[in-house]
């Protein structure tokens, strides 16, 4: 008998348990920063080297940050799920935890690449260095998708969640697309889970709020999937 599929949409807040400052505080910043000038590809274009020395700093933040049970339970799904994550997140906690198939959005903090995308180099928690050039010689940049830059993997993770049984999405405010578009993709037949602190504002009901910090609602939804079983 084949496994359940089990797909987690992850974002921000299972991540914030760790340490890991949430991507939009409700400031509108982001460690300080407007979110359009570290995170959007004009805010490259306007001023590379603040961009460089941010995402240094982020560097240099993960790599003093460990995996909470949150990332360790998902983790642990995969002994009795065929598991899929997607995470909006940059930080390399699923991969840590243990997860074995995990779709990073938004790219990954730990990888460099050139311009175009089409060269991507594991730095692992190094710093990149300002006026590096890659292989073509474009500038070396963080490999993060921005805002005004493509999704590349949208459409492999939409494919993985059109196939799931259990869609479980955590630490995320449903507000940034198009991830957020993600959840409209479930089948109908599956069972939806939403876990988080502050349930956002979604239309639909077929969805289970857990309504928990992301490390409590992963223990309950353990609870109540074993229940379900």
């Known amino acids: 008998m084949s496994k359940k599929k089990v797909v987690f949409l992850t974002g921000a807040g299972i991540s914030a348990e760790s340490g890991i400052s949430t991507f939009r505080d409700s400031d509108g910043l982001w460690e300080n ?3 359009e000038d570290v995170a959007s590809i004009d ?3 306007r001023n590379p080297d603040l961009v460089i020395d941010f995402y240094n700093e982020r560097r240099r933040q993960l790599k003093n940050c460990i995996p909470n049970k949150a990332h360790l339970i998902v983790a642990e799904f995969e002994k009795d799920f065929d598991v899929t994550v997607v995470t909006q997140n940059v930080d390399n906690l699923h991969e840590r935890a243990g997860s074995s198939k995990i779709i990073h959005l938004h790219g990954e903090l730990t990888k460099a690449c050139n311009e175009s995308k089409t060269f991507v180099t594991d730095i692992g928690y190094n710093d990149i ?4 050039r890659a292989a073509d010689g474009s500038k070396l940049r963080p490999f993060i998708v921005w805002f005004g830059e493509a999704v590349p993997l949208l459409e492999t993770a939409i494919h993985e969640i059109e196939k799931c049984n259990i869609l479980v999405i955590i630490g995320t405010s449903l507000a940034v697309y ?3 578009g993600l959840v409209h993709y479930a089948p109908k037949h599956s ?3 939403l876990i988080d602190p502050k ?3 979604v239309s639909s ?3 289970f709020f857990i309504e928990e910090k992301a490390t409590v609602g992963m223990e309950k939804l353990v609870d109540i999937i074993k229940k379900n079983d």
């Not at 260095?129 to 590096?132: A, D, L, T, Y």
């Open 43 to 45: 805010g490259w274009y």
């Open 129 to 132: 260095s300002k006026g590096s």
């Open 178 to 180: 198009p991830a957020a």
């Open 191 to 193: 069972e939806i889970y």
């Open 33 to 35: 920063h407007n979110v």
């Open 205 to 207: 009901s077929n969805i």
């Open 199 to 201: 349930i956002p504002n």
